[in-house]
């Protein structure tokens, strides 16, 4: 039987997902995640044409506060878990060639 | 002499202090000596607080001296899972991508326990990320069942059921996004409560499902699990879905706790608890005896969505870990790979290196569930069952006051039993998610042991924002029996 989900397809969500995965990981994710698969489908012994999707059970919608500035994290404590920043900036490597042209 | 003072409740541990009969000290030093004593083999703690717990106790200790008024837990030594922001040492999630991460904030329950006058003695082990059933899926350290060092606490908060199974901490505090709290108190034979979504503040909890995870309290008995729902529940704007107290006020649990919830009724769903297995079943059986003693009315009641509870759940669950963990990215706090060779890998090598296995499969599923072409069938469809799992609730609490099933189809099973499969771990599962789904409050209460010597968890589902006849309703349970008094012999 085919695989709900195979390696081509593992690999394109993971690339989506920023995921560098390694080649056994692919193959384990492809197997594991179509036994998943393979059980979630029974979500479709339900008729569910009629029922509203639920996305959180409160019944509460958009959540305002009064447009007025508080106190927020400070620069330095902010900046203290960064693997690299300079002065008040995160700092990242390079993300532009030479020739963009930017 | 410690073990007596080991064996006391939070509350009378409280009241001893603030009537001066012990002091806070005494009470952490007892707590470290059991830590030292016992966690080497347990690994219930990633990081423990003693000079920093003396200090606080001394505090305490001296405010109560000098006749000062002090909160609910003054004195009392208390941990924390470590998926909550402190604002000291590391918040790791158990994970290799935080292992450094030093929160520069409190979560809003700390700032509560602290304000109660607890002291915080250290952070407790879980499944990376708390994605997992059994603490094992953690990249830091291995937590074992005290109550057989050869099996799973459960999870995944299992350092926090596993240090107050083994009185190494009067009280914790855990999350639970699919039973997380529920499931590994029911393994270590501790009582842990699930409060109503919306309930207890998320601010500075690290978010895996979003509209799933709740705070809640890992005790040793239902009297301490509503005194810590008197500190940490209520209303905090830093969380828009904290419910205000105009929708759902707050009320003193502890008030009335001892009175029995008269004509109380309860319905099981017999076909639903035919899949644990016979220990559990028999215990189940002997608790609503219990009840029935009590004179509380038993109503068979139907409830057919909930068999499909585990599939919309890990379509829900990963789809928002997926867009929840997209936050690690190597740039502004976590792991960053060395040496990247383009932007790209700072991201992708950073997230490898960083996540564990469980983690990323769960990614994966997640992204996979929302990805185009995909939506409507997995993450949608979940969405829409998740509505019909919870009519069923609905219906239900038309007639009784409360749903009792297991917490677990099975007591705490073997290390690395399932850990290679992980769709039979998240069968485990079964009994302890549609609570999440629906958003209600439930409660895992221990109701005796197998052959094995192994706690069975009892769990109690009540209407949203019921908490206060909840913890009646299980207190009932615990005021007829002395499961919650058995505690786990070391043999090391």
Redesign the interface.
């Known amino acids: 039987m085919a695989k709900k989900i195979d390696e081509t397809q593992v690999r394109r969500v993971a690339k989506l997902a920023r995921l560098d995965l390694t080649d056994d990981e692919v193959a384990r994710f492809s197997t594991q995640l179509s036994a998943i698969l393979g059980y979630v489908e029974k979500l479709n012994e339900l008729d569910t044409d009629s029922v509203e999707p639920l996305a959180h059970c409160l019944p509460m919608h958009n959540v305002f506060r009064e447009d007025v500035i508080t106190e927020s994290l400070d620069t330095e404590l902010a900046l203290r878990n960064a693997p690299q920043h300079f002065e008040s900036f995160f700092k990242v490597p390079k993300i532009l060639d030479e020739d963009s042209g930017a | 002499m410690a073990d007596e003072l080991l064996n006391l409740t939070c509350k009378q541990l409280r009241d001893k202090i603030t009537a001066g009969t012990v002091t806070s000290v005494t009470a952490v030093e007892a707590v470290f000596a059991q830590i030292e004593a016992l966690d080497d083999k347990v690994g219930a703690y990633i990081s423990t607080y003693k000079d920093r717990a003396l200090e606080a106790a001394q505090t305490i200790d001296r405010k109560i001296a000098t006749g000062k008024s002090t909160g609910p837990l003054a004195g009392v030594p208390v941990a924390i899972k470590d998926n909550m922001c402190t604002d000291f040492g590391e918040t790791t999630c158990g994970s290799k991508i935080l292992e ?3 929160a ?2 409190n979560a809003h329950v700390i700032e509560k326990l602290r304000a109660a006058d607890a002291v915080l003695i250290g952070k407790t082990n879980l499944d990376e990320f708390a994605m997992g059933s059994s603490t094992e899926n953690s990249a830091l350290k291995q937590t074992l069942n005290p109550w057989d060092l050869g099996s799973v606490p459960g999870g995944s908060s299992g350092g926090s059921a596993a240090a107050v199974a083994a009185r190494m901490c009067f009280a914790a505090l855990g999350s639970d996004t699919g039973g997380s709290i529920r499931q590994p108190a029911g393994f270590c034979g501790v009582v842990g409560l699930k409060p109503t ?2 309930r207890v503040s998320r601010f500075g909890l690290v978010a895996y499902g979003s ?1 799933l995870d709740q705070i809640g309290p890992v005790t040793g008995n239902v009297t301490d699990a509503a005194l810590m729902m008197n500190v940490i529940a209520g209303h905090d ?1 830093r969380d ?2 904290s ?1 205000s107290n105009d ?1 759902a006020p707050v009320c003193n649990y502890l008030e009335k706790l001892n009175e029995d919830v008269k004509g109380l009724k309860i319905a099981i769903v017999p076909e639903f608890n035919a899949g644990a297995d016979q220990n559990v079943q028999n215990a189940l059986t002997s608790a609503l005896d219990v009840y029935k003693n009590l004179g509380a009315q038993i109503i068979e009641v139907k409830m057919p ?1 909930l ?2 509870a ?3 759940y ?2 829900i669950a990963t789809a928002e870990a ?1 867009s929840n963990l ?1 936050r690690y ?8 790979t060395e040496n ?1 060779a ?8 950073s ?2 290196e960083g ?1 564990g ?1 469980e983690v ?2 769960r ?3 997640g ?2 569930a929302l ?1 185009s072409g995909y939506y409507d069938a ?1 993450y ?9 799992i ?1 009519t069923d609730f609905t219906k239900t609490f038309k007639e009784a006051d409360c749903i009792i099933m297991p917490t677990s189809p099975t007591t705490a099973f073997k290390l690395g039993e399932k850990i290679e ?3 039979q771990m ?1 069968l485990a599962d079964i009994y302890t998610i549609a609570a999440n789904l ?2 209600l409050p439930a409660i895992s209460i221990p109701c005796g042991l197998d052959k094995a010597n192994l706690p069975i968890g009892l769990q109690i589902l009540s209407p ?1 924002f019921t908490e206060k006849k909840l913890l009646r309703i299980a207190r009932m349970f615990e005021g007829k029996t002395d499961y919650h008094n058995k505690k786990p012999v070391f043999q090391l």
Request: no cysteine.
């Open positions: 450094n991460f030093q520069p904030y979504y919306g509209s704007k828009s879905t419910v929708m969505h068999d499909y585990i599939a919309a890990y379509l997926s997209a990215d190597g740039v502004h706090y976590g792991h960053r990247p383009d932007y790209v890998e700072v991201y992708s090598k997230r490898a996540f296995a990323k499969r990614i994966t599923l992204t996979y990805s997995y949608l469809k979940a969405l829409k069952v998740r509505n019909l919870r499969d992980p769709l998240y629906a958003g949203a």
